[in-house]
T-cell receptor, first 117, second 113 residues
Framework: DAGVTQSPTHLIKTRGQQVTLRCSPI?????VSWYQQVLGQGPQFIFQ???????GRGNFPDRFSARQFPNYSSELNVNALLLGDSALYLC????????????????FGAGSRLTVL | QQPVQSPQAVILREGEDAVINCSSS?????VHWYRQKHGEAPVFLMI?????EQKGHEKISASFNEKKQQSSLYLTASQLSYSGTYFC??????????????FGRGTQLTVWP
């Protein structure tokens, strides 16, 4: 079975540009979360989506936006890129949304490494 | 709300044991443990829920002290493949900030032959 797939794997942008990152969850998973991981740090929560609705937003500026499609795939958009946006962007999927009942485990993709010059 | 992990780094010989700790200042619903190797995705190891339920790995165990909001990951008879950075992710108790994991800064584990 395919795991969580993300694209592109690597990309280089310049300050002020915009970027779109894509994520396909594990088949049957309805929730997608996005995390930012700066080198040497743990992942930081950006968004969670479930059934195409935003179910949580982290402490990130409005330059960051996301959406989830009917097939449960998701896109993360970052506008007006800054040098500090350089990071590994991780997508994770889960059967149900984190915050729902029971134990919901996040399965992470390999990430999209963004470098902003 | 970021949990605090200790130690920051551990160096072991194959076959030795290790304990990694994770502590939060907030009431927790669950603690998730992940291992990440360089350049790869974090891989799920273990989840511990308030109330005692656990799901996880066969060769790795963990504990969750709900009163102290602390969790420990126990790696016994370490293997070379255990090398990597271990992260705990904490989910706040229901009624608080839902839908997210707060990750610690990680514990780098190196196992030598």
């Amino acid at each position: 079975d395919a795991g969580v797939t993300q694209s592109p794997t690597h990309l280089i942008k310049t300050r002020g540009q915009q970027v779109t990152l894509r994520c396909s969850p594990i088949s049957g998973h309805k929730s997608v979360s996005w995390y930012q991981q700066v080198l040497g740090q743990g992942p930081q929560f950006i968004f969670q989506y479930y059934e195409k609705e935003e179910r949580g937003r982290g402490n990130f500026p409005d330059r960051f936006s996301a959406r989830q499609f009917p097939n449960y795939s998701s896109e993360l958009n970052v506008n007006a890129l800054l040098l500090g946006d350089s990071a590994l962007y991780l997508c994770a999927s889960s059967l149900d949304f984190l915050g729902g009942t029971g134990a919901n485990v996040l399965t992470f993709g390999a990430g999209s490494r963004l470098t902003v010059l | 709300q970021q949990p605090v992990q200790s130690p920051q780094a551990v160096i072991l010989r194959e076959g030795e044991d290790a304990v990694i700790n994770c502590s939060s200042s907030k009431a927790l619903y669950s603690v998730h443990w992940y291992r990440q190797k360089h350049g790869e995705a974090p891989v799920f190891l273990m989840i511990l829920l308030k109330g005692g339920e656990q799901k996880g790995h066969e060769k790795i165990s963990a504990s969750f002290n709900e009163k102290k909001q602390q969790s420990s990951l126990y790696l016994t008879a370490s293997q070379l493949s255990y090398s990597g950075t271990y992260f705990c992710g904490t989910e706040a108790d229901r009624g608080s900030t839902l839908g997210r994991l707060y990750f610690g800064r990680g514990t780098q584990l190196t196992v030598w032959p």
